[in-house]
Nanobody, 126 residues
Framework: QLHLVESGGGLLQPGGSLRLSCAAS????????IGWFRQAPGKEREGVSC????????NYADSVKGRFTISRDNAKNTVYLQMNSLKPEDTAVYYC???????????????????WGQGTQVTVSS
């Protein structure tokens, strides 16, 4: 059974940085495209970033381009989301998710992702 656990969330001031981790267990991450999604209070969940199986292809929401970087270490069975220059509007619960239906690319379509973590809270506030 696929199991994903997010970590690294926290409370920080605008302009700060955080690195989220998504650790997989029960399966080998190499065979899955991984996405990061977030849900702010009162809003629908939205796609943030995703990374292909090899890490050669990534995709970012316009709102985070140039500030967030996704990466993966298949040897550690972990995907990371480095978040810099954080803004109050980045406040949300961040989820990682996995899909096996994509191959050489990734797309931020939630319906394609079948396994989800429990989420980690990121709060950006002064």
């Amino acid at each position: 059974q696929l199991h994903l656990v997010e970590s690294g969330g926290g409370l920080l001031q605008p302009g700060g940085s955080l690195r989220l981790s998504c650790a997989a267990s029960g399966f080998t991450l190499d065979y899955y495209v991984i996405g990061w999604f977030r849900q702010a209070p009162g809003k629908e969940r939205e796609g943030v970033s995703c990374i292909s199986r090899s890490g050669g292809s990534t995709n970012y929401a316009d709102s985070v381009k140039g500030r967030f970087t996704i990466s993966r270490d298949n040897a550690k069975n972990t995907v990371y989301l480095q978040m810099n220059s954080l803004k109050p509007e980045d406040t949300a619960v961040y989820y990682c998710a996995a899909t096996s239906v994509l191959f050489g690319q990734c797309v931020l379509q939630q319906k394609l992702f079948s396994s989800w973590g429990q989420g980690t809270q990121v709060t950006v506030s002064s």
